[in-house]
């Protein structure tokens, strides 16, 4: 399986064009870093792809078809700032089940507690949430994954954690990942092949 971004251009207004003829291809077993600089546009791509932003030029297909926005979109954008995501008068468990219901297998294979489930998204941490957002993010019709700086807030045995147990869910489920970050190290351990911004983005 293929998604491909293709020729995407976008300007928040006639004088500020924020991606010029932007092109990008993942494939369903790979994943593929994309690096740029804070700002950059990096992050408005991803809400391009994943169709948190409807008006644009270009055109996003899996496997040279157009995708339908009908129902659950099969390319899911997991947020830097998980508590920006969540609704704060929901509970743990609701917030998750919103999108599907998870094994008890799967949930410790994220390092969720049950005891987190009854709680507020105030009550937890950054990496708490963030290991909700990456798990609510995996519904069984999820095709591809954009990643967007996912790790940038936590410390490093928590990046290692929430970052093998994505990747080997994904790895095992034909599910893509674009793991978007300025961190060019994580980028090179994580990824199998690393498209730079700046050289994709033709302003």
């Known amino acids: 399986m293929n998604l491909k971004a ?12 924020i991606l010029k003829d932007v092109s990008l291809s993942i494939n369903s077993n790979e994943v593929i870093g994309l690096m740029g ?18 008006k644009y030029s ?5 496997d040279g078809e157009k995708i339908s926005n009908k129902g659950f979109y099969p390319i899911q954008l997991i947020f830097q700032h998980p508590e920006k995501t969540m ?14 219901k ?6 410790n294979t994220f390092g969720i507690k049950d005891n987190w489930l009854n709680r507020w998204p105030n009550e937890l941490s950054g990496g708490e949430l963030q290991r909700f ?5 995996l519904n069984p019709k999820t095709k591809f994954i954009i990643a967007d ?23 095992v ?5 674009l793991a978007v970050s300025h961190d060019e190290d994580l980028l090179e351990v994580i990824c199998d092949d690393i498209v730079y911004f700046d050289e994709i983005n033709n302003i």
């Not at 600089?37 to 409807?54: A, F, M, N, R, Y």
């Open 6 to 17: 293709d020729n995407i251009s976008f300007s928040y207004n006639n004088n500020k064009q």
């Open 37 to 54: 600089d804070s700002g950059s546009g990096k992050s408005t791509l991803c809400k391009i792809i994943s169709d948190h932003i409807s």
């Open 58 to 62: 270009g055109e996003i297909t899996i």
């Open 87 to 100: 609704n704060p008068k929901w509970k743990m468990e609701k917030v998750l089940n919103e999108s599907w």
């Open 102 to 107: 998870p094994s008890s297998d799967l949930k």
């Open 133 to 137: 957002s990456i798990l609510r993010a």
């Open 149 to 171: 700086e996912i790790s940038t807030m936590l410390d490093a045995v928590t990046q290692v954690q929430i970052w093998k147990s994505l990747i080997n869910y994904c790895k």
């Open 173 to 177: 489920n034909n599910i893509g990942i």
